[in-house]
């Protein structure tokens, strides 16, 4: 099938290499020039398992193109792929000029009937709402579908090539017949559906994971209180098959590109039809509370942070990957900073990504874990790559001002804590060797 797509982010590019691996002739389009010719040269922009392997091998057979030039791939394609950003306006809405753009370029180069594909997360209406503008641009037929994307970002072609389901969202048979047909040798779970509901399907799902986050956060917050083990809880309710192990790790909460932008897109959502998504808003604050954690055990073990040095393990949002939007490290250095501490940042892809966001003169940049930690009063981890999981302990004491180890992604098993003496503060888990000086309400 001849494809193109729309927007070579995380998305639109891993996407466009996937399908092109299936054997369709596939063309991925950017209005970011740099961007393209980054692509073409080989090299690919973003982080991402696999990714590189796949593409040069897709670039080899001839099935996959990169260009700027978004009215010659529209008309070349059968299928259109729409995958450009739907980045949160300030109220949390989600901005929509990047898609209304490309319906606008869609409709005035269609060249024939096509089927046009919206990939990117967009509020219910808006494939309706694209339709409607292509209509406006053009005076041939197309048909238009909803395809939701569920890709994590560190898994995102593994994910791609093995879903879980394929909602095609279309009231066309024949778009739900080639969009079946083009998804055929992923999985046989192809959920074929109404528009509305294929765009519900993609912000429930988003909710309905970030709100078991926050509940094991909560969970974990309170096993600290009564002295039980959250790692233990999740564990026994995860054999539930009624509830299910995945997503119930307590940690600093949730970062990234999709679960913030998109519960509070459907906060808004369900507000601008005057209905109150309570449970949701909760979901929310729990998460943008639960990061500041870490915040108040440094004050437990540390007491006044004025002057302390603080190794910050892990700026990404989660590992492997580069993407540090939304990251919870953000606020925590950015807190750290406020209250006098030296915090001494390191990520193991991460750092360049993070310091276009702060650049502080008082933050160190340091190239590994150890160099982090020497001379530190408490190291926190905050994003788990493994290189900080498998790091050697006792070296790790051995460099440390202070042996305190702050472990906001319970990456530590009680059996590696054993080779120190580490002051030891895991999230939900009972504390080791503490002798709190201080607590301090943070919040
Ligand atoms: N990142 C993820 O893990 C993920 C997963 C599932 C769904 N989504 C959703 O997919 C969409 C894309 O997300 P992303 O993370 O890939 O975004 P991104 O910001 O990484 O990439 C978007 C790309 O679109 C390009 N673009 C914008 N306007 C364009 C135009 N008029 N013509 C051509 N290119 C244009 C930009 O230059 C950019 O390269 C969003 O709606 C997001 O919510 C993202
Ligand atoms: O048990 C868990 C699982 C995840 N997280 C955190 O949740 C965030 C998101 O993680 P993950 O879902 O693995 O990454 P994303 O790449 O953001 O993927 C989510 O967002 C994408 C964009 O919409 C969807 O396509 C995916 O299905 C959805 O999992 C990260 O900060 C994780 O640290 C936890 O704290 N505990």
């Known amino acids: 099938m001849k494809i193109t797509v729309i927007g070579t982010g995380y998305v639109g590019l891993v996407s466009g290499v996937c399908y092109a691996h299936l054997g369709n002739e596939v063309i991925c389009v950017d209005k970011d020039v740099q961007k393209i010719a980054t692509l073409k040269a080989g090299v690919i922009p973003i982080y991402e398992p696999g990714l590189k392997e796949l593409a040069d091998a897709c670039m080899e057979s001839g099935h996959l193109q990169y260009t700027t030039d978004l009215g010659e791939a529209i008309q070349e394609a059968e299928v259109v792929i729409i995958a450009v950003g739907t980045p949160p306006l300030p109220g949390g809405g989600a901005d929509l000029q990047f898609v209304e753009a490309v319906a606008r370029e869609i409709g005035a180069n269609l060249n024939g009937y096509k089927v046009i594909v919206v990939k990117s997360t967009v509020p219910v209406g808006t494939n309706e709402t694209v339709e409607e503008i292509i209509a406006r641009h053009t005076i041939h037929a197309f048909d238009i579908a909803s395809v939701p994307e569920f890709l994590r970002e560190g898994t995102a072609v593994s994910d791609t090539l093995n879903p879980d389901r394929i909602v095609i969202g279309t009231k066309s048979d024949k778009a739900a017949d080639r969009l079946s047909e083009l998804h055929k040798p992923l999985t046989n779970q192809i959920v074929i559906t109404d528009i509305r509901s294929a765009e519900m399907i993609k912000y429930a799902s988003n909710a309905f994971l970030a709100t078991k986050i926050s509940f094991i956060n909560e969970i974990a917050n309170l096993c600290e209180k009564v002295g039980a083990d959250v790692t233990e809880v999740a564990g026994g309710m995860g054999l539930d098959k009624r509830i299910g192990g ?63 040095r603080i190794a910050i393990w892990g700026l990404a949002f989660k590992p492997d990957t580069d993407d540090v939007r939304e990251s919870p490290a953000i606020e925590i250095v950015e807190r750290l900073l406020e209250l006098g501490a030296v915090p001494a940042v390191t990520d193991p892809i991460a750092m360049s990504n993070f310091r276009k966001l702060i650049n502080h003169p008082s933050i160190q940049w340091s190239a590994t874990a150890l160099e982090a930690a020497q001379g530190a009063d408490a190291v ?47 999230v939900g888990r009972p504390a080791l060797n503490n002798e709190d000086i201080a607590i301090h309400e943070m919040i």
């Open 380 to 426: 926190c981890l905050l994003t788990e790559w493994q290189d900080y999981i498998q790091v050697d302990l006792r070296k790790l004491e051995q460099v440390m001002a202070r042996p305190i180890l702050i472990d906001g992604r319970n990456a530590y098993s009680t059996k590696q804590l054993e080779t120190g003496r580490f002051a030891y503060y895991p």
């Open 246 to 308: 995945s997503f119930l790790k307590a940690g600093i909460g949730y970062g990234g590109s999709c679960f913030p932008k998109d519960t509070k897109a459907l906060i808004q959502i369900a507000g601008n039809v005057e209905y109150d998504f309570k449970l949701l808003k909760s979901v929310v604050e729990v998460n943008n509370h639960q990061r500041f954690g870490v915040i108040d055990k440094l004050y437990r073990a540390l007491g006044s942070l004025q002057g302390k």
